[in-house]
Structure formats: structure tokens, C-alpha cells
């Protein structure tokens, strides 16, 4: 399959509202899928999502292992998910650093929830249901967030936590989702 470009901050197909995925183990959706991954492992993300490459769907990846990059984000299981439903469990939320792959060079601070259970399902229409907390909570809103056409800038309490990722963290890296 091949590496797509990742549309960025500005171009209005990001600001959209993705359709539901309605047909499942299909060709056309497989290789949405590989397309996927490879774009995501190509800029050494930890999630995307098909509008971002300009694929109106509903539809996300996301998965890390050990990152040295971010050592101190528990590994997430490498994910297809489609149709997600977020239901936050609490009202809990924590402040993180977050990048997205249509952002950048940027980094900025967006409160999550702590723990969310999602459900959905992957690409043969089988059910994903997981209650989940922390990092994994964190990739999972981030990328739902791009099926209603939500940037994490959107979700920033204090605009003055955004920036350059080389000036916010000259030692160091957050990963892009
Ligand atoms: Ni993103």
C-alpha cells in the first residue's frame, strides 16, 4: 500500500463529521487500512484516523509499544477501531502533553478524561469493548476526536501551554497521534 500525506491544521476536511463505516472485511476497507499504518508508521505516530488522510469514515488506529521517546506511557495494544462510542466513567480528568500528526511541530496541554470505557469494532465487524484509564484513555479520545472534527487545540483550557515542540521539550519528544 503506500504512505498518504496527512492533511493539517487548516484545511477544512479535518473539521468534518465522519460517516459510519457500514460495510466490513471489505477490500476497500483493508486497504484503508494499510494505507493507515503505513502513514502512521512512516511519521512514527501513535495513532491516526482516516480523515486525516482524507478518507471521510469513521474509522482509527492506534497502538505503542515501549517508546523509549516517552517512557513513562504504558504500551497500548496495536487497534482497529471503527464506529468508536466514548463513555467517559467519572468526571475525572487529568492534563497531558498531546501532538497530532496534522499539528506539526506543536505540543500542547488538553485535559482528558481519566477513564472512559469505548466500544466499536475492528475491521471484520467484531465487537471492542474496553474500560481503559490513562495514556490509553488519552490516544483513544485524541483520535475519536478527529471523527467529529476536533483538533486537540479545541480541547485547550490555556493557550499559553501551546507551542514548538523543540522549545517546549529540547531534550525530548511526545509522541504524535
Ligand atoms: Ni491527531
Not at 483493508?30 to 482524507?54: C, E, F, N, Y
Request: glycine share 8%.
Amino acid at each position: 500500500m503506500s504512505i498518504k500525506e496527512v492533511l493539517r491544521m487548516g484545511d477544512a476536511h479535518l473539521l468534518r463529521r465522519a460517516e459510519e463505516v457500514l460495510s466490513f472485511d471489505t477490500l476497500e476497507l483493508h486497504a484503508l487500512l494499510a494505507d493507515m499504518r503505513d502513514t502512521m508508521r512512516a511519521l512514527d505516530g501513535v495513532g491516526l484516523s482516516a480523515p486525516q488522510i482524507g478518507v471521510n469514515q469513521r474509522v482509527v488506529i492506534f497502538g505503542v509499544q515501549h517508546n523509549p521517546r516517552y517512557p513513562d506511557a504504558e504500551p497500548v495494544p496495536q487497534t482497529v477501531l471503527l464506529n468508536p462510542v466514548i463513555v467517559p466513567l467519572g468526571n475525572d480528568t487529568a492534563d497531558d502533553w498531546e501532538g497530532c500528526l496534522s499539528v506539526p511541530g506543536m505540543r500542547g496541554l488538553v485535559p482528558r478524561f481519566k477513564t472512559i470505557r469505548y466500544r466499536g469494532c475492528d475491521e471484520k465487524g467484531a465487537l471492542i469493548d474496553r474500560t481503559v484509564s490513562g495514556f490509553h484513555a488519552r490516544v483513544v479520545q485524541h483520535e475519536c476526536d478527529h471523527l467529529d472534527g476536533i483538533l486537540y487545540p479545541m480541547r485547550m483550557r490555556d493557550l499559553r501551554q501551546f507551542g514548538f515542540s523543540d522549545v517546549l521539550f529540547p531534550d525530548g519528544k511526545v509522541p504524535e497521534e
